[in-house]
T-cell receptor
């Protein structure tokens, strides 16, 4: 199947700093990528839909100025958590779908804000 | 509002037994129903998926049963193994490449 990677797999940052998470489709091009957030022992919640070459679409309740998404190419989308706070600590997962196929998920990035 | 409801929250099954997880949805526009398996600290992996034009789909030990009129679908894991111990999520979407609405998850434990 198709492969989606994320980097880093785990990041610790101090409160007030920003952190960038990368999502790459390794063997296919994706015009659309999705960003999810998962708190411990909870389900995945869609944060935003990332579209190559255009602005991301954010779900209700997700602050677009806090969670900056850039889909600069057909194989890379980035999520930047700006001015991170401890409550932003979570597991962030991206997904992408090859043309005409189902979504594949990345391995996730665990963010811990101290 | 939870678009996809999943039960049970947790499930303990003896090795060799059948694990059954149920999901229900409200949006009749959904036309793609996948099941994902997630191990701790990992992203979800697609197990099996079904479209509403069929009532059952089987892949190895995994079977999806789909009831369009009841707006319900379920995952059956036959001959459950300790390696199946994980969290399982059902999901639904309109077209398979669109954003997925996930159920709340079921933590399955298979006892040797």
């Amino acid at each position: 199947g198709a492969v989606v990677s994320q980097h880093p797999s785990w990041v610790i940052c101090k409160s007030g700093t920003s952190v960038k998470i990368e999502c790459r489709s390794l063997d296919f091009q994706a015009t659309t990528m999705f960003w999810y957030r998962q708190f411990p022992k909870q389900s995945l919640m869609l944060m935003a839909t990332s579209n190559e070459g255009s602005k991301a679409t954010y779900e209700q309740g997700v602050e677009k100025d806090k969670f900056l998404i850039n889909h600069a190419s057909l194989t890379l989308s980035t999520l930047t958590v700006t001015s991170a706070h401890p409550e932003d600590s979570s597991f962030y997962i991206c997904s992408a779908a090859p043309p005409g196929a189902e979504q594949y998920f990345g391995p996730g990035t665990r963010l811990t804000v101290t | 509002q939870q678009q996809v409801k999943q039960s049970p929250q947790s499930l303990i099954v003896q090795k060799g037994g059948i694990s059954i997880i149920n999901c229900a949805y409200e949006n009749t526009a959904f036309d793609y129903f996948p099941w994902y398996q997630q191990f701790p600290g990992k992203g979800p992996a697609l197990l099996i998926a079904i479209r509403p034009d069929v009532s059952e789909k089987k892949e190895g030990r995994f079977t999806i049963s789909f009831n369009k009129s009841a707006k319900q679908f379920s995952l059956h894991i036959m001959d459950s193994q300790p390696g199946d111990s994980a969290t399982y999520f059902c999901a639904a979407s309109i077209l398979w490449a669109n954003n997925l609405f996930f159920g709340t998850g079921t933590r399955l434990t298979v006892i040797p």
